[in-house]
């Protein structure tokens, strides 16, 4: 009797945060949960007369020919590899800006960074499918119009040569996306006790000592976190980096095709909604699997670190 009373005490002294989670907890299960029934389409041969329970069972026809079409090599290694190229250089470049942020410019000028920082990120989100063409157009573009001749080169056909692909989309990923990171690993860094630096400078640990020792330890938690949530996306690709800034160029498929462009594609094409509902499945196993075992293993090395 006692307990249903604490119970119901606690129900009541809680139930304006409950009330609260109303509206996005509708929201959720409208949005996220309901469209999952959707799911089906990955295993029919799906046609918009018949509809998506309409439509005839192929089993596991789309899936098959993901996997044997003849590109399916170079998808998988093209989204898989430069991911891992993401994570690696925007985690690298992040820390290492926001210790430049954080240890050498002015208390007055990192306030102003701190507050500015996401505007021109944010911006370079829009336009940096232009920026980049404006970069590299043969006809018009800086580097063939200005940069190359001046250091002695021939304009270079850009939207036709595989060499440097790899490398401008990892610099445009980079330059892209690595303001948010930079600000997560900024609060990490604003939150570590100052008289850990204090207490080093007395005992005479140089810059780098410090930055060893103290910075990068308490960052542990953070990168951890990022590390995770980015491997759970390991398996898709950033569509408009992949599609719009390579101009969606045939000649440069083979270092720009990934996942994520190879269902816009099949779903321009026939009978293509069903190979794409079967690599998006893929995606999500394959990244809900990642997160699961990179949390287990963070878990058996440290605990505290690990998300859940």
Known sequence: MREGRKNAAKL????????MVIPGAVYLFINNYIPMAGIVIAFKKYNVNDGIFGSPWNGTENFRYLFQSKDSFIILRNTLLYNVAFILVNMAVGILLAIFITDVLSSRLKKLYQSAILLPFLISIVVV????????????????KT???????????????????????????????????????????????PGYYEAAE???????????NITLPHLVPPIVTMLLMQIGRIFYSDFGLFYQVPQNSGSLFAVTNTVDTYVYRAMTSAGGIGRSAAASLIQAVVGFTLVLLSNLIVRKVSSANAIF
């Open 12 to 19: 009541w002294q809680y139930l304006p945060l409950y009330l």
């Open 129 to 144: 499918s232009y920026i980049v063409f404006a970069l590299l157009s043969h006809e018009n573009g800086l580097m063939n």
């Open 147 to 193: 940069i190359l001749p001046a250091l002695g080169q021939k304009p270079i056909q850009w939207y036709n040569d595989t060499t440097w692909w790899p490398l401008i989309l990892i610099l445009t990923n980079c330059w892209k996306g690595v303001g948010y990171g930079t600000l997560i690993y900024i609060a990490g860094i604003s939150g570590i006790d």
């Open 202 to 212: 007395l005992d005479g640990a140089g810059k780098w000592c410090q930055i060893k």
